[in-house]
T-cell receptor
Framework: KAGVTQTPRYLIKTRGQQVTLSCSPI?????VSWYQQTPGQGLQFLFE???????NKGNFPGRFSGRQFSNSRSEMNVSTLELGDSALYLC????????????FGPGTRLTVL | AQSVTQLDSQVPVFEEAPVELRCNYSSSVSVYLFWYVQYPNQGLQLLLKYLSGSTLVKGINGFEAEFNKSQTSFHLRKPSVHISDTAEYFC????????????FGQGTRLTINP
């Protein structure tokens, strides 16, 4: 089975721009979660989608949004980028029966200049 | 508030020596516990997990962890480390309701010296 894939792997943007990151989960997984990793704040939960619906949301401003498509692929969008949005954005997918561990992708490294 | 504390930000160890990475959690409800490893420029890989049952959990790469409910701890151990174990290690918990909302510690950077 192919693992979780994220595109692009690296991205450079300037302040004020917006960005869209993509995540393709493991085949058959319907839950996709997003995390932000920074040296200062560590790993923080952004949101989780299941069957195209946002089930959980972390404590991030409304500039951070996401969506999930019918094939379980997910995108996250950050509008009006700030320097502090520079981070590694990790996507994780998990199965649907019982409690399932999350499998992480390699991440997208976003640099905001 | 629910949180995870990794007591050491950096742990230097000589090759073939034993290591223990410490993790304490704070939660008002029962939780599931995890250890993840992150190699440079990569995502997170699950080392082991505790959901229920035996408090001693064995994972990949020779790692094991012990869940101690009274001390709210989940320390990670390996009897003999290798250079390839150099990485950052994260302790995390999740709500058993299935929230898929991991709460992570700040990480411990394990450095293995020859």
């Amino acid at each position: 089975k192919a693992g979780v894939t994220q595109t692009p792997r690296y991205l450079i943007k300037t302040r004020g721009q917006q960005v869209t990151l993509s995540c393709s989960p493991i085949s058959g997984h319907r839950s996709v979660s997003w995390y932000q990793q920074t040296p200062g704040q560590g790993l923080q939960f952004l949101f989780e989608y299941f069957s195209e619906t946002q089930r959980n949301k972390g404590n991030f401003p409304g500039r951070f949004s996401g969506r999930q498509f019918s094939n379980s692929r997910s995108e996250m969008n950050v509008s009006t980028l700030e320097l502090g949005d520079s981070a590694l954005y990790l996507c994780a997918s998990s199965g649907t029966e019982g409690y399932n561990e999350q499998f992480f992708g390699p991440g997208t490294r976003l640099t905001v200049l | 508030a629910q949180s995870v504390t990794q007591l050491d930000s950096q742990v230097p160890v000589f090759e073939e020596a034993p290591v223990e990475l410490r993790c304490n959690y704070s939660s008002s409800v029962s939780v599931y516990l995890f250890w993840y490893v992150q190699y440079p420029n990569q995502g997170l890989q699950l080392l082991l997990k505790y959901l229920s049952g035996s408090t001693l959990v064995k994972g990949i790469n020779g790692f094991e962890a012990e869940f101690n409910k009274s001390q709210t701890s989940f320390h990670l151990r390996k009897p003999s480390v290798h250079i390839s174990d150099t990485a950052e290690y994260f302790c995390a918990f999740d709500d058993p309701s299935g929230a898929q909302k991991l709460v992570f510690g700040q990480g411990t950077r394990l450095t293995i010296n020859p």
